[in-house]
T-cell receptor, first 115, second 114 residues
Framework: QKEVEQNSGPLSVPEGAIASLNCTYS??????FFWYRQYSGKSPELIMS????GDKEDGRFTAQLNKASQYVSLLIRDSQPSDSATYLC???????????????FGQGTILTVHP | DADVTQTPRNRITKTGKRIMLECSQT?????MYWYRQDPGLGLRLIYY???????NKGEISDGYSVSRQAQAKFSLSLESAIPNQTALYFC?????????????FGPGTRLTVL
């Protein structure tokens, strides 16, 4: 089993819809969770981080974390064509509140928002 | 992010050649990382450094070496390049602000080994 696994894409949604991106992880010691967006040919950019169980909202983006199920998701409301990109889930492992300082990335999910 | 720069941006080389990729940052971060990205495989960690005197292997370090010349500079070398090292290479930095490891990426170097 891969350490960090994302739902296989590509994912295609119509403009204005909700896009749902999912990620599972295998290490129960994981402490911090990140979503990066990567446009074609560009570098990843951080869009959301989440550390505690529950939801975290930032504009049209909502990250959801369930540590018991080892699951983190990203919802994009009112999807726009400019949201079309590859979304990377990243997980940081640590113990006792101390970060190990490394991220493990999922393979990425390609999202296309069509007009 | 202009705070993290990588040179060269594109490079074509031949099998067996030695090549160095360079990364510089003006963020003042202690931690620096080298990743490679291949289609469908996400980002994989090659080497990382938490300060000038600390160098650690990542999950795919074979065939690569690194040098941390200063807090702001971290270089990746391919001693004898081979075709399966053709990939997109990213440098990243972080400073563990607030106890978490938010990483910021450079623009990438596209390397082709013929």
């Amino acid at each position: 089993q891969k350490e960090v696994e994302q739902n296989s894409g590509p994912l295609s949604v119509p403009e204005g819809a909700i896009a749902s991106l999912n990620c599972t992880y295998s290490d129960r010691g994981s402490q911090s969770f990140f979503w990066y967006r990567q446009y074609s040919g560009k570098s990843p950019e951080l869009i959301m981080s989440i550390y505690s169980n529950g939801d975290k909202e930032d504009g049209r983006f909502t990250a959801q974390l369930n540590k018991a199920s080892q699951y983190v998701s990203l919802l994009i409301r009112d999807s726009q064509p400019s949201d079309s990109a590859t979304y990377l889930c990243a997980v940081e492992v640590g113990a006792g509140g101390t970060s190990y300082g490394k991220l493990t990335f999922g393979q990425g999910t390609i999202l296309t928002v069509h007009p | 992010d202009a705070d993290v720069t990588q040179t060269p941006r594109n490079r074509i080389t031949k099998t067996g050649k030695r090549i160095m990729l360079e990364c510089s940052q003006t963020k003042g971060h202690d931690r620096m990382y080298w990743y490679r990205q291949d289609p469908g495989l996400g980002l994989r960690l090659i080497y990382y450094s938490f300060d000038v005197k600390d160098i650690n292997k990542g999950e795919i370090s074979d065939g690569y070496s690194v040098s941390r010349q200063a807090q702001a500079k971290f270089s990746l070398s391919l001693e004898s390049a081979i075709p399966n090292q053709t990939a997109l290479y990213f440098c990243a930095t972080s400073d563990l602000a607030g106890g978490t490891d938010t990483q910021y990426f450079g623009p990438g170097t596209r390397l082709t080994v013929l």
